[in-house]
């Protein structure tokens, strides 16, 4: 781990790593998996891209290692902030029915609810996700206040079209934006609008 009296690079107050689920439970923990080349991740559904996946069922091997980064990026009092949807999808997860995915949302918060240290984003760049409608982003949340009993931070991100961050669910904003100095110049504005923290 770190020598003696050294802080392990990132771990900062309010630091946090963006974990996207439907990407394997990717992520580099500073310090303790420096550089590691990891093997063929495992998915949060069991399959393969050409067989498909079993939608009823969950890759237990998958949350495991979730959960042991989750509490090694805590260890270094670091904030895990779960992505559990995103476009950039190759095995059809994003394009789940409804069952299915509110199956794998209940799933996921059951399993992660308990860990201090985690936010939730409903997406990455939810808006040119297209499978989804702005009902079904409602449909989460509501599954996700529902199923977390600890109540944790809860947002949504955008690519190019703001989600209504007024939406009462919302704890946080999750924004995107191009360019800094208008974002910058925003940011007074955005809280009044949206009464909820930048």
Known sequence: MDPPGRR???????????????????????????????RARPLPLPGDARAGFDVRRFD?????????RITQLGDLGIE???????????????????SADDRYLSYA?????????????????????TAKTGE??????????????????????????FYDYSRPWITHASVQRRDLYKTAEMTTEWRQAWGSPW
């Open 109 to 129: 918060v059951a399993r992660l609810a308990s860990f201090p240290n985690v936010w939730w984003s409903l997406a990455n760049e939810y808006d040119i996700l």
């Open 80 to 98: 895990a902030d779960i992505i559990l949807f995103h476009p950039y999808d190759r095995w059809g997860f994003s394009s789940m029915d409804p």
């Open 8 to 38: 392990p690079r990132g771990a900062h107050p309010g630091d946090a790593r963006r974990i996207a689920l439907q990407q394997g439970a990717h992520v580099r923990v500073p310090e303790v998996l420096p550089l590691q080349r990891e």
């Open 136 to 161: 079904d982003w409602e449909r989460f949340a509501t599954i996700v206040h529902r199923d977390d009993p600890t109540g944790h931070l809860l947002s949504i991100h955008n690519c190019f079209d």
């Open 60 to 68: 237990v091997e998958f949350w495991r290692h979730l959960e042991e």
